[in-house]
């Protein structure tokens, strides 16, 4: 199977509409002889090159109104479920996306995204890329049901996983390169998961909790009663006032969840996914990943792009291609994002925020890291045609 990518523009700030991807099913087919090969155009750069032109024929930059502006949010592994994509195969290039992602993939994902079972979708290898796919899919449904949202969106943010599909949704990185690249990072986290018995959990206290300690002393324990060389456990996530996730060695993470108490944690949930991410147990995935960025192609983002690594918006390409590796192996900076991205005067308006994701942890998440904000959320799921 060929694929040709449609390129897109969107709104009347970034463009006019959204057609983001195009297949020909048929590997058979070719491109007329005096017509240019799509496939061997870059997509993105098309985009960027057009939009500079509007805003060049126009000599000012194209403003949207602060009482329309929008921002999109893509979701990251423990989102997920069998059947999350079935209301969606109804909009357009969503089937064509899928058929792209399973050709990349050497899988067939939408079979594990509709039939599972869960314990196969769970795997890293199956996660990452049907939350990347499913995440544009609901992107595919917004230009549909809510197109306005796109034209007006001024930021984007993704949790993990999901920076690709936000990378992709700003013109960063083009479909096909981020799906290469989220195939060749699931497979060096699940092989890196598979070697080493890890644990990640959500962990809710107060201001009073001492989350890094109970870290420190789950490694001391590790170390001096298990006899363990360089146990690892370590918060792996800032998400919201006083939650972060925790991740390491098993029997790090188990000492904290029988010792909870002493540090002031309130409650831990086990979260669904295969590794301790986020943590130096996933170092061996990193080379992998950062030298195939060596060979994608990466845009200035058209619209702000939060990062992972930094909780900042992305200044240019060189600092995304420096900064996806390493995220891995870091703590994620969420509830920094959130403060960065969404903190207004109370003369400023609010923005109206999108959550293109199947499930609801960026909704909770929001809600105690920005109750304003949180007024103004909509997940696109709920959505109807």
Not at 116 to 126: A, M, N
Not at 192 to 201: C, D, P, Y
Not at 257 to 277: Q, T, Y
Request: hydrophobic fraction near 35%; charged fraction near 20%.
């Amino acid at each position: 199977m060929s694929v040709s990518p449609k390129f897109f523009k969107w709104g009347k700030n970034l463009s006019t509409f959204v057609k983001r991807y195009s297949t020909s099913c048929n590997s058979h087919n070719k491109l007329a002889n005096n017509a240019p090969d799509l496939r061997t155009m870059d997509v993105s750069n098309l985009l960027q090159e057009e939009l500079v032109s509007q805003f060049e024929s126009t000599n000012t930059k194209p403003k949207i109104d602060p009482e329309e502006k929008t921002i999109v949010l893509f979701p990251g592994q423990g989102s997920q479920k069998v059947g999350m994509v079935d209301d969606l195969l109804q909009y357009p290039n969503v089937k064509e996306i899928f058929s792209v992602a399973s050709e990349i993939l050497n899988f067939d994902l939408l079979r594990y995204c509709q039939n599972g079972p869960q314990s196969e979708l769970d795997r890293t290898v199956h996660c990452q890329p049907a939350i990347m796919v499913t995440s544009l899919a609901g992107i595919e449904k917004l230009q549909v049901v809510e197109p306005k949202a796109l034209e007006n969106c001024c930021a984007c943010a993704g949790y993990s996983i999901g920076e690709f599909p936000a990378l992709v949704f700003s013109g960063a990185l083009s479909f096909e390169d981020a799906m290469k690249l989220v195939s060749i990072r699931s497979r060096a986290m699940q092989n890196a998961s598979n070697r080493i018995e890890s644990q990640m959990v959500t962990a809710y206290g107060s201001a009073n909790t001492k989350f890094k300690l109970s870290c420190e002393a789950a490694r001391d324990y590790c170390q001096q009663q298990l006899t363990m060389d360089n146990p690892i456990c370590n918060v792996s996530a800032y998400l919201a006032p006083n939650i972060v996730t925790l991740a390491g060695h098993a029997p790090a993470v188990n000492y904290i969840k029988e010792n909870m108490n002493k540090f002031g944690i309130r409650k831990i949930f086990p979260i669904p996914v295969s590794g301790a991410f986020h943590t130096k147990i996933m170092y061996e995935a990193l080379p992998e990943l950062k030298a195939a960025l060596k060979s994608i192609h990466i845009n200035q983002p058209l619209i702000q792009v939060y990062s992972n690594l930094s909780g900042k918006v992305y200044h240019d390409p060189d600092e995304i291609r420096e900064s996806l590796p390493r995220q891995i192996i870091n703590p994620v900076q969420w509830e920094q994002i959130t403060h960065k991205m969404l903190t207004r005067s109370n003369k400023e308006s609010m923005p109206t925020i999108y959550d293109v994701g199947p499930g609801n942890q960026l909704e909770s998440l929001l809600k105690k890291c920005n109750g304003k904000a949180w007024r103004n959320y909509i997940p696109v799921k709920a959505l109807c045609k």
